[in-house]
């Protein structure tokens, strides 16, 4: 099956300062990659939508500027965590479809823990 | 609009028994329907997927589902329970928003397997 990374796929990071956490697509292009957030024992809450050459699409609810996606190339998508606070410590997955299947390949997670 | 709800947020069998996982899901057109595990700590693996082909569909390590439209169901099932399949179990509807599929995840259950 398609391979989805994650990187890193732990960081511990002091409250104010930015993290990147990089989603690539190893053995396919992916026009599309989405976000998601998960909550201790929670299920996933969809973040957004990355789009490659174009903006992000965003859920309602979830701040743009706090979280900044960034789709370079059709293998890798990036998140930022900006100015982070305690309570954006979470795990943050991505997850890409192969072609135009509505199957989606996960990424295997980036546990992220703000101080 | 699409929705699923997973009808019980814990399940616990014992080794070798019969694991049933339940999921109701609500569509406005003929959905597609996943399963997938994900182990702690981990990223997310498919189990299954039906969609619009047979109604009993086949996945990885021995897992089955039973797509029911009458009930609007999708249970997941295992014939005999391991050690290994303790993890959580979602269920899953693609629903297609805005020019491309999203995933809309259930709740979650939580599957223990005790010796």
């Known amino acids: 099956g398609a391979v989805v990374s994650q990187h890193p796929s732990r960081v511990i990071c002091k409250s104010g300062t930015s993290v990147k956490i990089e989603c690539r697509s190893l053995?396919?292009?992916?026009?599309?990659m989405f976000w998601y957030r998960q909550f201790p024992k929670k299920s996933l809450m969809l973040m957004a939508t990355?789009?490659?050459?174009?903006?992000?699409?965003?859920e309602q609810g979830v701040e743009k500027d706090k979280f900044l996606i960034n789709h370079a190339s059709l293998t890798l998508s990036t998140l930022t965590v900006t100015s982070a606070h305690p309570e954006d410590s979470s795990f943050y997955i991505c997850?890409?479809?192969?072609?135009?299947?509505?199957?989606?390949?996960f990424g295997p997670g980036t546990r992220l823990t703000v101080l | 609009a699409q929705s699923v709800t997973q009808l019980d947020s814990h399940v616990s069998v014992s080794e070798g028994t019969p694991v049933l996982l339940r999921c109701n899901y609500s569509?406005?057109?003929?959905?597609?329907l996943f399963w997938y595990v994900q182990h702690p700590n981990k990223g997310l693996q498919l189990l299954l997927k039906?969609?619009?082909?047979?109604?009993l569909v086949k996945g990885i390590n021995g897992f089955e589902a039973e797509f029911k439209k009458s009930e609007t169901s999708f249970h997941l099932t295992k014939p005999s329970a391991h050690m290994s399949d303790a993890a959580e179990y979602f269920c899953?509807?693609?629903?297609?928003?805005?020019?491309?599929?999203?995933?809309?995840f259930g709740a979650g259950t939580r599957l223990a397997v005790h010796p």
């Open positions: 997850s890409a479809p192969v072609g135009s299947t509505d199957t989606q390949y």
């Open positions: 053995d396919f292009q992916a026009t599309t």
């Open positions: 990355s789009n490659e050459g174009s903006k992000a699409t965003y």
């Open positions: 569509s406005s057109y003929s959905p597609s």
């Open positions: 039906y969609t619009s082909a047979a109604t």
């Open positions: 899953v509807v693609s629903g297609f928003r805005g020019g491309y599929n999203k995933l809309i």
